[in-house]
């Protein structure tokens, strides 16, 4: 079952690099205490995630914030190293929590994951935005198969 409003986000281990160390945290100690905001993507580097999904939320990132958020994090069943590199890429550093899922096990957690192969290779995770205060989601917006609308920066700042 996919996660919903009022659900919990999970106990499920990431990844993010920082300062070249790997640092691992469950979702629900990167949220405890915090409003959030979580978006996933299907994959680091891809044409949408790459071209509007990331770089929306690094454009609005201030105004995100400036609307109560202490944080917002981007979800891909990708390596941290790859996760970094984009972060990179992106001028996300400081800005965005580049959380890396390798195994797909947070995405799988929160009803998220999907199968890309032959075009990705493995299971990825389904698009999507959340905004979680204290680890408990209270707003969801999922996207359906191939759509960019309700999950973007833009529409995430218009719910705060």
Avoid at 37 to 59: M, N
Wanted: aromatic share 6%; glycine share 8%; hydrophobic share 50%.
């Amino acid at each position: 079952m996919t996660i919903s409003i009022k659900d919990h986000l999970p106990d499920s281990t990431v990844q993010q690099r920082l300062d070249g160390e790997i640092s691992n945290f469950t979702l629900a100690e990167w949220s405890k205490g915090r409003k959030v905001v979580l978006f996933a993507v299907p994959g680091a580097f891809t044409p949408t995630c790459s071209a509007k999904h990331l770089p929306g939320f690094v454009e609005h990132a201030a105004a995100i914030k400036a609307k109560g958020v202490d944080a917002i994090g981007c979800l891909s069943v990708n390596d941290v190293y790859v996760m970094e590199a984009w972060g990179q890429a992106n001028q996300a550093e400081g800005v965005i929590d580049m959380l890396a899922d390798p195994e797909a096990v947070a995405a799988e957690a929160m009803g998220l994951a999907v199968v890309k192969t032959p075009v990705l290779g493995n299971m990825r995770a389904a698009r999507m935005a959340l905004i979680a205060e204290d680890g408990v989601v209270t707003h969801m917006f999922m996207e359906d198969p191939g759509a960019y609308e309700v999950s973007s920066a833009s529409h995430v700042l218009n719910h705060l």
